[in-house]
T-cell receptor, first 112, second 114 residues
């Protein structure tokens, strides 16, 4: 069963705008990760945030984590047409496991 | 490194036939995961291995599905007999269990059972 749910399911913006995607999950976690999937391709790891971290940056990406609300957000600044893809959050459940449970994904379309 | 290598990229088979999907993880990664992706159910974890040992196969839908990892550089996912509802994209991913930095996914196998 899926642990996370992304919101919105689909997002369409203009190039240069910022895109924000949200993820909610249900159980305690060790870390939360964001992945990108281009159409017809495999998933690509973007960023990992640990349960004791609140914010992390990587280039144009900013991820926040609120464990009290069991939620995370991914912000892509100054979006480009090449950012068009599906974005998934994935949670590593607490305990001695390294499996990831993926959310439902947000389909981002960046219009040139 | 060539990344996680999956074969075949596409497979079309008739209902009732046996299907074998193959995966070569990244050298040095000691965890391997099989996922299935469909529009209806999204990404589902089927099974994963640590150090070639199956750890959690609770996501394997039925006894028709089986997975093996005979050594650190090779894994197979077998469906016998296949059914139309098995049609999906099957992904293999690998990671280092001791230093979680995210998974590396293969390009997937698109399976169509007719």
């Amino acid at each position: 069963s899926q642990q996370g749910e992304e919101d919105p399911q689909a997002l369409s913006i203009q190039e240069g705008e910022n895109a924000t995607m949200n993820c909610s999950y249900k159980t305690s976690i060790n870390n939360l990760q964001w992945y990108r999937q281009n159409s017809g391709r495999g998933l690509v790891h973007l960023i990992l945030i640990r349960s004791n971290e609140r914010e992390k940056h990587s280039g144009r990406l900013r991820v926040t984590l609120d464990t009290s609300k069991k939620s995370s957000s991914l912000l892509i600044t100054a979006s480009r047409a090449a950012d068009t893809a599906s974005y998934f959050c994935a949670t590593a459940p607490g305990g001695a496991t390294n499996k990831l449970i993926f959310g439902t994904g947000t389909l981002l379309a960046v219009q040139p | 490194d060539a990344g996680v290598i999956q074969s075949p990229r596409h497979e079309v088979t008739e209902m009732g036939q046996e299907v074998t999907l193959r995966c070569k993880p990244i050298s040095g990664h000691n965890s391997l995961f099989w996922y299935r992706q469909t529009m209806m159910r999204g990404l589902e974890l089927l099974i994963y291995f640590n150090n070639n040992v199956p750890i959690d196969d609770s996501g394997m839908p039925e006894d028709r599905f089986s997975a093996k990892m005979p050594n650190a550089s090779f894994s197979t996912l077998k469906i016998q007999p296949s059914e139309p509802r098995d049609s999906a994209v099957y992904f293999c991913a690998s990671s280092s269990a001791s230093a979680p930095k995210g998974y590396t996914f293969g390009s997937g196998t698109r399976l169509t059972v007719v």
